[in-house]
C-alpha cells in the first residue's frame, strides 16, 4: 500500500510516520526544500520534530503530483486556513475512489465550513463519499515518538471509516470508527478556544477549580453548538470531545494553551504568535465561534470572551469578570 499525507507541519509528519507502519511508502508533502531534504537524507523533521527518527519508508517531497500518484490513501494535514488554497492545486492529482482524511481541526472564517464540508465545496461529488476525517486527543510528539494515542475517525461511509482505521492500526495507535462527522468536527475544532480560555486562567494564576470550571462549561458550549448542527451528543463525551478537550486544555505541550497563558501574563497576541512555528487553530476558530454563535442563536459566552481579547484588544482580567458576573442560571438550561 502507497499512503499520501499533505502537509509536513508535526502533525502531518508525525502521522506519516504511523501510516509508515503499514505502508510500502508514504509520500509526505511539504512547502519547504530544505525540511523535506532533511526528511530525506536525515530521517528527520528537524524543524517540528527535532530528535524524533522517522521511518525510511516517510519520503518526503515538494511536488504534489509527486506526493499523491498511485495513493491508496491521502491524509490533508494543512492548517485549516490552508487547506481550500492548497486543494485548489491538489485536485487535479487525487486519486479516485480513495480516503480523503482531513485531520484538520478548524473552522473555514468566510464560509463557516467544517473541513469535511469544504473538501465537498472544493472537489467534484465523486470524491464526496470517500470524505473523513481524525480527531481527537493526539499530540504529535507523542504520536512520532509511539506513545499510546486513541482517537476517532468519522465518515458518513462506514466503510471509508473502516478502512482508514486498518490503515491506521498499528500497537501504538488505536482509533475509533463514526459516522458523526459534524460531532467530531465540532468538538476538534470548538476545543481550542476553550484550551485558550483554560491557558489565560493558568496564566492569571486561578488555580485548578477555574480551570475545571473551564472544561465543563466549555465542553457544555461546544455541545450546545454541535447538537445544533445535527450532532449526536454523545460524541461529545467522547474521545473527539472531552477527551481532547481535556488534553489541550492541561497539556504542556498544547500550543492554543500556551497562548492563552501568555494573553494572562498580559502580552499581546501578534507578539505570542510570530515567537511560535505552528499555528494555535483556536485563536482563528475563536472567530469562527463567534459568527456561529450569532448566525445560529447558540450562546457560546467563554468562546466570545476569548474572541473579545484576541480581535477587540480586551483584558484577560475583565473577561473573567464578564463571565463571572453573568446573569445566575440553572446548570442545564442551556446557556
Not at 472544493?122 to 464526496?128: S, Y
Not at 465540532?186 to 486561578?206: E, F, R, S, T
Not at 474521545?239 to 494572562?264: A, F, I, K, P, Y
Not at 459568527?291 to 477587540?312: M, N, R, W
Request: glycine content about 10%.
Amino acid at each position: 500500500m502507497r499512503g499520501s499525507v499533505i502537509g509536513a507541519g508535526s502533525f502531518g509528519t508525525a502521522l506519516a510516520n504511523v501510516l509508515a507502519v503499514n505502508c510500502e511508502e508514504v509520500r509526505l508533502w511539504g512547502r519547504e526544500p530544505g525540511a523535506v531534504e532533511a526528511i530525506n537524507t536525515r530521517h528527520e523533521n528537524a524543524t517540528y520534530l527535532k530528535g524524533i527518527p522517522l521511518s525510511e519508508r516517510v519520503r518526503a517531497t515538494t511536488d504534489l503530483e509527486e506526493a499523491l500518484a498511485g495513493s491508496e490513501m491521502v491524509v490533508l494535514a494543512t492548517p485549516s486556513h490552508a487547506t481550500r488554497e492548497v486543494l485548489a492545486r491538489a485536485k487535479t492529482f487525487l486519486p479516485k475512489g480513495v480516503p480523503l482524511v482531513t485531520v484538520s481541526k478548524g473552522i473555514e472564517n468566510e464560509t463557516l465550513l467544517t473541513m469535511t464540508e469544504l473538501l465537498e465545496d472544493c472537489l467534484p461529488e465523486e470524491f464526496h463519499p470517500y470524505v473523513a476525517v481524525l480527531s481527537g486527543p493526539s499530540f504529535a510528539k507523542e504520536l512520532a515518538r509511539r506513545m499510546p494515542t486513541v482517537v476517532t475517525i468519522a465518515s458518513h461511509w462506514d466503510k471509508v471509516a473502516q478502512r482508514c482505521q486498518k490503515a491506521l492500526q498499528t500497537d501504538t495507535f488505536r482509533s475509533y470508527t463514526s459516522t458523526d462527522v459534524v460531532g467530531v468536527q465540532y468538538g476538534g475544532a470548538l476545543k481550542n478556544v476553550i484550551a485558550i480560555a483554560a491557558g489565560m486562567a493558568d496564566g492569571l494564576g486561578m488555580g485548578h477549580n477555574a480551570r475545571a470550571a473551564i472544561i465543563t462549561r466549555g465542553l457544555a458550549e461546544i455541545t450546545r453548538l454541535a447538537v445544533r448542527k445535527g450532532a449526536n451528543p454523545l460524541t461529545l463525551s467522547g474521545l473527539s470531545g472531552m477527551g481532547d478537550l481535556v488534553l489541550t486544555c492541561t497539556g504542556e505541550l498544547s500550543r492554543n494553551r500556551h497562548v492563552g497563558m501568555e494573553l494572562g501574563k498580559g502580552r499581546k497576541l501578534p507578539d505570542i504568535l510570530a515567537e511560535m512555528k505552528e499555528v494555535a487553530e483556536g485563536v482563528k476558530t475563536a472567530k469562527s465561534a463567534r459568527d456561529l454563535s450569532l448566525k445560529t442563536g447558540v450562546e457560546l459566552p467563554i468562546c466570545q470572551q476569548v474572541y473579545e481579547i484576541a480581535y477587540e484588544g480586551k483584558s484577560a482580567k475583565n473577561a473573567v469578570v464578564d463571565l463571572m458576573t453573568r446573569q445566575p442560571k440553572s446548570e442545564l438550561s442551556g446557556v
